[in-house]
Nanobody
């Protein structure tokens, strides 16, 4: 059974940091491109960051220099380190695994940036 379980979300003040984790199981993790998406109320889901099987990375322009995606294939886990958080970063953050025709979503973790 495929599972993607996100954790690490919460309430943080502007300028603060959070580290999201996504633990994967049920598929060959190291084959997959792993991504973090986010969806804010009333907005479309957007790709925040992705990391390929060869650890190439790409980021949404507004988070460049603030967010870092990484993966640990031994732990079947992908991370998103988020620094200098802004209120506009408030959203549900979802983990996504992609390998051609196979792709999976996690349930998401809420990140709220507010004073």
């Amino acid at each position: 059974q495929v599972q993607l379980v996100e954790s690490g979300g919460g309430l943080v003040q502007p300028g603060g940091s959070l580290r999201l984790s996504c633990a994967a199981s049920g598929f060959t993790f190291n084959y997959y491109t792993m991504s973090w998406y986010r969806q804010a109320p009333g907005k479309e889901r957007e790709l925040v960051a992705k990391i390929t099987r060869t650890e190439g990375t790409d980021y949404l322009e507004p988070v460049k220099g603030r967010f870092t995606i990484s993966r640990d294939n031994a732990k079947n886990t992908v991370y998103l380190q988020m620094n200098s958080l802004k209120p506009d970063d408030t959203a549900v953050y979802l983990c996504h695994a992609d390998w051609g025709v196979w792709n999976y979503w996690g349930q998401g973790t809420q990140v709220t940036v507010s004073s």
